[in-house]
């Protein structure tokens, strides 16, 4: 145990030490105070961020259990960024909340598990993890403890999410019985593709997919959604979206790789599924989180077309995508917490005449759903386009036209939004809405990341140098 | 009669899988739906140790899964009845068709 080892584990570390530093000020009753905690919280979180830029180094721990890489390290420097920004967006919230400490402490145990998640070389490894960073997300879903909704939505997602680890876990039982290990490394070696191995590829992948919401697996999403506390809401889309996107790659791309005429065929299956059906529901919705859950879930199609093209432009192209996914929906977010809990409104007809006292939050809005419709000068198109191209490059047309065709689609429902805020005409005003400082920043941090990672080419190829050096 | 082998555990385990998501997916009361997942959870665990047993009798990769497992088992318990029971003290009930309030 060298300093190899510190700087190897330095996110989950750092992580783990901030959980502590959060307890300790807990029974120390530093947290009676609640603007003074989230300060020094919110600070030691741009602290993690910024750490998360050096030295980072590529090697493996533990026996292969543990690994990590360049792309690795910047996946987890993406979900760094997520989480500061959704703390830095929840500010306002978090003042007016008891127990804030227990919050970050949840909050912040999931993050771990997503880390360790994103390193795990070892199914035992993997599936730890994978509960580290599911379970405190069901208890946090709960965390407005006073309205039935809110614990509504945590019982949903924590059976859902166990029913799915328990079948995930079946998989990898079978998966253990025909190739006797649970390392990815040597575990690949012996898939053979037996019908045995088929079944608990299909069972993994169910478990995977849950997470994931992809389309059969889907019916959790919207209400767990919808009843969260918005923070937590736009964890469970950006932050948790963004892990197992990941992780679904690098099992694919390691575990299963030999595998790869079955998990084609699934993957474009529901590929097509899961954009169609995801917009087509989002059609229907009037709550406007519902519409961002459904709309969340087409996303997660589109992320798909890259992991599926097998390619280091497919791959760099999801990790771009998922970049500017975190900018645009933290907005998006942002300003959605604000109106729900200032003013108790959540469906899209309510926002009606919101430009005429909210100028700048509408713009905001505008710009941040322009992004995730895929609308040019934002990054979003450019992120849509690459993961089409990557796709394009494997030569899945029916695939790409489906995902197109369903771009139209998805513009109605963004638009109505964007309608709704700018063109509507309602009787009674909507009163102006009060943004304090902090969470100011957050908001211009997220569509300065909108604009700018859609004007520099520089990002892109920065992303792609990653995998082109690991490979 | 001829020995228990791995096919008999296999049979046991498929069947208490099996056993397990038709609780989930047909029971409405939220307790008993936790227990069907826990029946599920120990299908797998007795794969697990089945296959150890018989197929890689030389390593425990299989008995420390499962040693996580239940732990990992107790945990989601723990947090899935606090849940129910904040559910219960606002709704009342713990039917999961009362759980209602959010629909498509």
Redesign the interface.
Known sequence: MDMNFFILMKPELLLTGLIFIIMFAKIANLAENNGRFLILVNTLLVLNFVAGFFMNQEGTLFSGMYITSDSMAFEKNILNGGMMLISLMAYDWMMRCKNTPEYYMLLLSAQLGMFFLISSGN??MF??AM?LAT?PL??LS?FD?????S??????S??SS??AS??M??G???M??TT???DFAEMQMLVTGSSLQVLAFIFVFAGIAFKLSLVPFHLWT??VY??SPVPVTATLAVISKATFIFVFMSTMFTVFANFFMVWDKVVMISIIATITIGNF?AV?QTNLKRVLAFSSIAQMGYLLLGVASTSVQGASSVLYFMLIYVFSSVAIFAVVGLIFYQTGKEDVADLRGFYKNNKLLSWVMAVALFSLAGIPPTAGFFGKYFLLTSGAAKGDYIVLTVAILNMIVSLYYYLRIVKAMFIDKSENDFERISVSPIVTVSIVVCIAGVLLTGMSGEVYEQIKSLFLASN | MSDIGLGHFLIVSTMLFFIGIYGFMTRRNMITMLMSVELILNACNINFIAFNKFLFPNQLDGVFFTLFVIAIAAAEAAVAIAIIINLYRNRKSIDAEDADMMRL
Request: aromatic share 14%; net charge negative; glycine share 8%.
């Open positions: 199914f035992l599936y730890l509960e379970i069901a208890a709960n403890l006073d309205r039935p909704k614990s509504e939505a945590a019982f949903k924590i059976m166990a029913f328990a079948i876990l079946f990898l039982s079978l253990y019985g006797g290990t649970l919207a209400d919808e009843g529901m229907r």
